[in-house]
């Protein structure tokens, strides 16, 4: 029996975040993990391998389509799909190496195997238990189930098996507009699949500035992804080599059927709290099945902690990695900071699409009087150069005070501009401040400042 100051349960970006953290801070740190390599979801099985899909078919795409307009010649590219997944897997390994090698270097053990808790302060992993001062759960979330929908992981696959088809199908349903369904979606349908989204609500990416999502739709379906809206799958069925999906359109009381070879089910994730023994330890749990932590990511068991998908909040990888960072820091006699407000969020699309702070819609609801800076990337001599001028960066800011409470963006390299904004925000700027920063030109960033000054007196190139 070894006594550590921290263990924490989970290796995703939560987990192994903390865990660095806190060693760093002088903790004694274990981290106990189930899977054979470590990083979780995010570098296995999410984020890392659906980046390097969709990065591998962007190029493909614009080989074959824009390639000709920058006046390169090529022969039609096709693609070895077998490579382009042993591509995915290299990439995989040697990000999950990389965290062996920093969890080595800060003298971080690994514990393998599924953790339990035992009692406040006693983890048990395959029979054998470890003392700790403070257990933190990041046990992180999994695809959440449709009733009528039996995901086998071959022709009805989760993004799990959507990562590692056999074949690039003909054909491909997915159930469900978020952020998995629409970058998988991508990916395929710049491969050549057959692709039609079938979502729920009247449009896509739920929780999405309205006037982006519509923007972002019509992109899509120009690139030739089908959109079913206002429709609910209730249930599928295999057919032959295909399989039948059925659903209601909304105001129809008659089913409705679609064919496709493969269906991928995105309607979601769910905290993943299996084999932990909450309940034998008492620790709360709401409706959504998200273990309950105040807002110093206590449970209200003293001792243990919880972060990232499996408590409320965006399951987002870095949401998880600041809050493993807070707690590690309050751990170590620190203060630890955390801002909900500036949580960015990115869709890996072509374009990318990112968002930070309130939408219109939100700043509508709650009657507050806001401005709205809008540019587009097509007055931007960089974007066009680059031919990826399609989109635009709206700021919000206060009408009173022009502090920015909300930046949208949809166009060239998004998910990095974003930031800007995020960074911004945490400050208290105003759009003013933004407007006032020298960009370099020719970049992409201008358009951001651009938006900025369209908060005030104007947008120079609009
Ligand atoms: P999501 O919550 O983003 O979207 C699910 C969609 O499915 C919703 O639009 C919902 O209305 C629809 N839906 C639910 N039931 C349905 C039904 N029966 N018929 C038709 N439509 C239905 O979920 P998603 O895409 O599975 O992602 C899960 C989580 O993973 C999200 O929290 C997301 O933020 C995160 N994620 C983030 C990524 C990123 O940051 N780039 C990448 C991948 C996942």
Redesign the pocket.
């Known amino acids: 029996m070894k006594d550590y100051d921290v263990i924490i349960i989970g290796s995703g970006p939560g987990g192994y975040v903390c865990a660095i953290r806190c060693a760093q801070l002088g903790l004694k740190t274990a981290c106990v993990e189930s899977k054979e390599t470590l990083g979780g979801t995010c570098l296995n099985i999410?984020?890392i391998p659906s980046k390097a899909l969709l990065h591998a078919s962007e190029l493909f795409e614009e080989t074959n389509h824009k390639f000709s307009k920058l006046g390169i010649v090529t022969g039609k590219a096709s693609v070895n799909w077998e490579k382009m997944l042993d591509y995915k897997s290299d990439i995989v390994n040697q990000n999950t190496k990389g965290i062996e090698f920093l969890f080595k270097k800060n003298k971080i053990d690994v514990i393998k195997g599924w953790g339990s808790i035992k009692e406040p302060g006693v983890i048990e992993v395959n029979g054998k238990t470890f003392n700790s001062k403070s257990i933190i759960i990041a046990t992180g979330s999994e695809p959440s189930q449709?009733k009528g929908v039996n995901i086998d992981e071959e022709t009805i696959v989760s993004s799990t098996g959507a990562l590692s088809l056999k074949k690039i199908p003909k054909s491909m349903i997915i159930?469900?507009?978020?952020?998995?369904?629409l970058?998988l979606g991508s990916v395929y349908s710049r491969l050549g699949t057959n692709v039609t989204v079938?979502?729920?609500?009247d449009e896509i990416t739920?929780g999405l500035d309205k006037e982006t999502a519509k923007f972002f739709r019509r992109i899509l379906s120009k690139q030739g992804i089908k959109f079913i809206l206002g429709?609910?799958?209730q249930s599928t069925k295999k057919l032959g080599n295909n399989n039948v999906v059925n659903y209601l359109l909304k105001g129809s009381e008659k089913i409705s059927k679609i064919n496709s070879e493969i269906i991928l089910v995105?309607?979601?994730?769910k905290p993943f709290t299996k084999g932990l023994k909450l309940k034998e330890v008492g620790i709360e749990i709401n409706q959504q099945g998200q273990i309950v932590t105040d807002k110093n990511l206590k449970t209200n068991v003293a001792g243990i902690y919880a972060i990232g998908d499996v408590i409320s909040g965006?399951?987002?990888a870095h949401k998880a990695e600041d809050e493993g960072i807070a707690i590690a820091e309050m751990l170590a006699g620190q203060a630890g900071h955390l801002n909900y407000d500036t949580i960015p969020?990115?869709?890996?699309t072509s374009p990318e699409v990112a968002f930070v702070g309130k939408t219109e819609e939100q700043l509508k609801k709650e009657n507050k009087d806001y401005k709205v800076g809008k540019f587009s990337f097509m007055g931007n001599g960089r974007a066009k150069a680059a031919l990826a001028a399609d989109g635009f960066v709206k700021i919000l800011s206060d009408k009173y005070s022009d502090r920015i409470l909300g930046g949208h963006i949809i166009g060239p390299a998004a998910g990095d501009l974003i930031h800007e904004i995020c960074v911004a925000m945490e400050f208290g700027a105003s759009a003013e401040d933004l407007a006032r920063t020298c960009h370099a030109h020719p970049t992409f960033s201008e358009a951001v400042r651009e938006a900025a000054l369209a908060c005030g007196d104007g947008a120079i190139h609009s």
């Open positions: 999410g984020c449709l159930v469900g507009a978020g952020v998995i369904g970058e079938i979502e729920y609500l739920p429709a609910a799958v995105s309607t979601g994730r965006p399951m987002l969020s990115v869709i890996y």
